[in-house]
């Protein structure tokens, strides 16, 4: 899934400034890369929503990654929010390391060494080589050190062969929540207490239907079957619920050939099942 990198991220960018990144471990402007790195920002579309985005957790920590699709020699975006899972609250100080692999070529190393604020950073990546790449990030803290493996990536050639992966046009008014619109430290979710009430069931197969009426068989002094008029609720995994027309513990008639009875003996060739109220569910 696909979802568009904000207008503000590049703002922030913007206004933190892109002097001290550092791409492949070399120190320079963001924006030049020296005489012997190719670097195209040409053709670029101002309405295509060209950014990917990765959940990736552990029992401790939750990264949540927006990128721009990587094209050889043309700058990526990458805005890192990084979670602290027990206390919820974003994981303060150090900095982030890009690291692009595999694909038969030299690993790239993409770090500013700086995070914008507790729990964000941005970096930027310059990917001199196209192919499949196998993606991480590293983020070292004075306290910790953790890697994130996040799997294949695809580096294309140029841009107009990015431009045939799939993108999503945005829509104009589009309004987006992206993770730091969504949620502030300290607020939390409370969820309601519903007091809990037994329902009755029985398999869909006791039940029939004659004149959009719903009916069971009631098994009456263990000789004859009373027919019984009752209305039915929800359906869920082949059980429905029983609004009215019986009461827990009678004996209903079920496709089968068993029966469990009160005393969970078992009565052979009986097609006859218990209302139990206390499970919600037949025997």
């Known amino acids: 899934m696909q979802i568009h990198l904000i207008t503000a991220l590049l703002l922030l960018l913007a206004l933190t400034g892109c002097g001290n990144t550092d791409h492949n471990n070399h120190e320079s402007s963001a924006h030049d890369h020296g005489d012997d790195i190719e670097h195209d920002h040409s053709g670029d579309d101002e309405h295509v929503d060209r950014s990917l985005h990765i959940v990736h957790f552990n029992d401790n920590y939750e990264l949540f990654l927006q990128y721009e699709i990587l094209v050889a020699k043309r700058d990526s975006v990458f805005l890192a929010h990084l979670t602290d899972l027990t206390t919820y609250t974003p994981i303060p100080g150090g900095f982030i390391t890009i690291t692009l692999s595999g694909g038969g070529f030299p690993n790239e190393t993409f770090s500013g060494k700086r995070a914008v604020r507790d729990g964000i950073h941005i970096e930027i990546a310059l990917p001199q080589y196209a192919g499949e790449r196998q993606l991480s990030i590293r983020l070292e803290t004075p306290s910790m050190a953790v890697i994130y493996h996040l799997g294949r990536v ?84 082949g059980m429905v619920t029983l609004l009215s027309g019986v009461t827990a513990k009678e004996h209903v008639v079920i496709k089968g050939g068993h029966a469990l009875l009160p005393n969970n003996e078992t009565a052979p060739f009986e097609t006859s099942g218990i209302i139990d109220e206390t499970s919600g569910h037949h025997h």
């Open 154 to 237: 695809t580096v294309y050639p140029d841009y107009a062969s990015s431009k045939n992966s799939t993108v999503r046009t945005i829509p104009e008014n589009a309004v987006y929540l992206e993770k730091e619109a969504q949620w502030q430290a300290g607020l939390a979710v409370q969820i309601p207490t519903i007091n809990k009430q037994h329902q009755l069931t029985l398999p869909a197969s006791a039940i029939y239907q004659h004149n959009n009426e719903n009916f069971i068989h009631i098994l009456k002094g263990g000789e004859f079957f009373e027919q019984r008029k009752i209305t039915t609720g929800q359906t869920h995994h």
